[in-house]
């Protein structure tokens, strides 16, 4: 028996599969080679988080709601992510700090981001693509929002975001030190709980009760993220040290970083 009965084909088919294209790969890719290739280029591993959670949600969100299926949305969305990494580090991104931690964060990650997708199909139908574009569109918005102007958007609209909980989790899996990994466990319990979540309501569909579960836990599990912030981000206060893991050393500053957007605020150079 399958977990989740299959959906409909998507309306507009060719532009459901394109939108999960371009938003998963191509924007992500695009985005990090504009960093290499601006005039004082970042270390792509110190912003390749928040490209990391937003390709993963654009390939994972919105093939599971066209597709209808929850496997081939976390099946495309590793596999983005995967080539992600690869394509980062032929850019010159060192090796990863942490390779378990962010396997880890991209598999959950990738599951949480899927399930959304597959709920969407469950709801809308053939149409529900189209939901999951209209969200992977306004959290990367604010996502891109909080990079550009750090301490613009409040913390608690950053907190609520699961993009934001997978960026956080990436990010510490891919500069993090081992104590800032597992600081992030509330980033990774909050993803995997809103999954388990939302693959309750899809499954009891059409059903209206579970909503009120899936909203009672993304708003618990957003406090705990609010309560137990995972690691700052680096961001302008670090420097690229060449050290023997690969990792990146803090350069002392006479200001410490903004908690609000660390986990999305771009290098801010001298």
Known sequence: MKFLPHAQPPAWPFLAWLSAALAGVVAPALAMLLF??????????????PILALGLMGAGMIAAAAAGRLWIGVVLAL???????LFAQALGMPRLAHPLSTGLALIIASISFAARG??????????????????????????????????????WLLALL?????????????????????AASSAL???AGTAAATL???RLWPRRWPYLIMFTAWLGLSA???HQPGPPMPGAELAKAATPSGQYAARSTDAEPDAAAC?????VHD
């Open 162 to 182: 699961p993009a934001q909980w997978a960026s956080t989790a990436i990010q510490t899996g891919l500069t993090g030190t081992g104590i800032d990994t597992r």
């Open 189 to 191: 319990l909050a993803l």
């Open 79 to 85: 596999l983005t992510g995967a080539g992600l990494i």
């Open 200 to 202: 309750l309501v899809a």
């Open 36 to 49: 290499v290739e601006a005039p004082a280029p970042a270390p792509l591993a110190l912003i390749g988080g």
């Open 263 to 267: 986990s999305v605020a771009g290098p």
């Open 224 to 226: 705990l993220v609010w």
């Open 118 to 155: 597959a709920l969407f199909a469950r709801s809308a139908s053939d149409k529900g693509w189209l939901i999951a574009v209209a969200v992977v569109a306004g959290e990367a918005a604010i996502l891109l929002t909080a990079s550009a102007m750090p301490g613009m958007l409040p913390d």
